[in-house]
């Protein structure tokens, strides 16, 4: 299937589960993925680009099994320009009642250096690859990596190369985000204008963000001419990360009297989305983030506020119903049951399954035990975590930490490992290093803690903490986060679910050999 679409129409091409799940630590688990794929297809977004599924095993069972599940969207795989890689892809996509192969090649001098092929090798090999795509699938992109730092006629005679082959939707990466947005509307324009046949095929944009210009090169590439925007939600991805997602669609929603093209993406779908990829990736949302973060909505100066009770458009330019906010942040106490934290849970954009529902029940009750008052953030944060569970194979039993003046603080430790209960006691500097080193003398690891942070969820001194812990073990990166209103309790757990993320991640290399990365050409 070609894309055949109206010129004040704008195809959304998410790829979240492909470009912002290979960003270091951003790993995600299968069935993550597939919960991931399915709220993109509910959310309406054109194209899922669900993964590499020559890159290991684990990937190529991702993508097939979303092209199963596939409802309305476009499944699209990435695969570099050779017949195996091709292959591979086609195998996993097929299965999706609109299957795409996305296939590329780094054109620019600095990248065809990584092949090592001349201009000719590399026009001969795009012409094989796109036209084996095209043997196989009726709806192929392609791409010239890193486009924005191609030599203009090569870049005009590759694309013509492409198209002539068969390709339906051509993509412009700034693979580095170098560009600026009145260069990536020029680029664009000139290129429609200029190769023969680029009014047959789709433009698409796809900027990374290591200037912070992602969102605007991509609108300024849209008014050039593009009609696909190609982006992650909350701008996750490699480096300073992609087009975000939330803010192309709500900037061309909310300005569309000066960027009149539309998308079909549902935007009360954003928050609720955005706060499952912050979890399952690891990566929190900043609290300033445009449309997502958890300021973005708030209104704190005194000046402010009284504007806004006068009439909230003086400082809202959308509404916080528009992405998926609820408007009243009533809290929950240990009195209210089950229909009423379902119903705060749907006003804060979490769509939850009967069975979920039971687990985070059970946890929203402890925590009201603890805590007079449970607020939006904290039920936001019992849904960050607690994730795993059952088939953890390193699990806390209990933790007794005695710290304060005059001496190393002590952790004595009760763990369930592999189902047998271990017990250890060790000192350290501070409360938590005494705790994770209890863990490490139970379950001794090299792993190497690349970030550890602590944030208050609420006011108070009873307030939760949410902790993120970044492992890395031989090159393999993992995330752990849990909640608690005892910080040493959320650390130490969080330091127990990256490790068990980790045992998961070794097994799974076990199986898969090899994991490749699409920045691998060799
Ligand atoms: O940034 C990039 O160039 C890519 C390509 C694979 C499209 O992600
Ligand atoms: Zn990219």
Not at 39 to 59: C, T
Not at 292 to 305: D, L, M, P, T
Not at 369 to 392: Q, T
């Amino acid at each position: 299937m070609t894309d055949t679409i109206s010129q004040d129409r704008v195809l959304i091409f998410d790829t979240t589960l492909r470009d912002g799940e290979q960003s270091p630590g951003a790993t995600m688990t299968h069935e993550e993925k597939l919960e991931i794929a399915e709220m993109l297809d509910d959310m309406g977004v054109d194209i899922i680009e669900a993964g590499f599924p020559i890159a290991s095993e684990g990937d190529f069972r991702a993508v097939s099994e979303i092209s199963q599940r596939s409802k309305d969207a476009v499944i699209c795989g990435l695969a570099r320009a050779n017949f195996k890689d091709i292959d591979r892809c086609w195998e996993a996509v097929k299965q999706s009642a609109r299957p795409r192969i996305h296939t590329f090649i780094g054109t620019s001098p600095l990248h065809r250096q990584i092949p090592d092929l001349t201009q000719d090798e590399m026009a001969d090999r795009i012409h094989e690859t796109v036209t084996h795509a095209r043997n196989l699938c009726d709806n192929v992109q392609w791409s010239p990596m890193d486009a924005t730092r191609t030599e203009w006629d090569y870049l005009c005679r590759v694309i013509e190369i492409a198209i002539k082959a068969g390709a339906t939707t051509i993509n412009i990466p700034d693979t580095v985000g170098y560009t600026a947005p009145e260069e990536s509307a020029n680029l664009i324009r000139r290129l429609i204008e200029t190769v023969p046949g680029a009014d047959e095929v789709v433009f698409a944009t796809h900027c990374h963000n290591d200037l912070g210009m992602a969102t605007a090169n991509a609108l300024a590439a849209v008014a050039g001419g593009a009609r696909q925007i190609e982006c992650t939600i909350n701008g996750l991805g490699e480096r300073a990360g992609n087009t975000a997602l939330e803010e192309v669609v709500m900037a061309l929603k909310v300005r569309h009297d000066i960027m009149p093209w539309s998308t079909a993406v549902d935007t009360t779908k954003i928050m609720g989305i955005s706060r499952r990829v912050a979890t399952v990736s690891g990566f929190p949302v900043q609290f300033n983030k445009a449309i997502v973060g958890k300021n973005a909505f708030a209104h704190e100066s005194g000046i402010h506020q009284d504007g806004m009770l006068k009439n909230p458009e003086n400082f809202e330019i959308m509404r916080p119903a528009d992405v998926g906010l609820s408007e009243s942040s009533l809290p929950l106490g240990k009195h209210s049951g089950r229909a009423a934290l379902r119903d705060k849970l749907n006003n804060l954009g979490f769509d939850v399954g009967d069975n979920q529902l039971k687990d985070i029940f059970v946890r929203f009750k402890d925590l009201a035990d603890r805590k007079k008052e449970v607020f939006d953030d904290d039920i936001i944060a019992l849904m960050r975590v607690g994730e795993d569970g059952e088939n953890d194979r390193l699990k806390l039993k209990s933790l007794r930490v005695t710290c304060g003046t005059g001496g190393p603080a002590e952790a004595r430790i009760v763990m369930e490992i592999d189902g047998a209960e271990k017990t250890a006691t060790m000192s350290g500097d501070g409360p938590v290093d005494a705790s994770f080193r209890a863990v490490r003398d139970l379950h001794p690891s090299d792993a190497h803690l690349q970030l550890y942070q602590v944030h208050a969820v609420t006011e108070g001194t009873d307030a939760q903490a949410t902790v993120s812990v970044r492992l890395e073990e031989g090159g393999n990166i993992a995330t752990g986060q849990s909640a608690d209103t005892d910080t040493v309790v959320a650390s130490t757990k969080a330091y127990i679910h990256a490790l068990n993320r980790l045992l998961v991640r070794r097994g799974k290399l076990g199986e898969d050999q090899k994991e490749i990365s699409y920045r691998d050409m060799s």
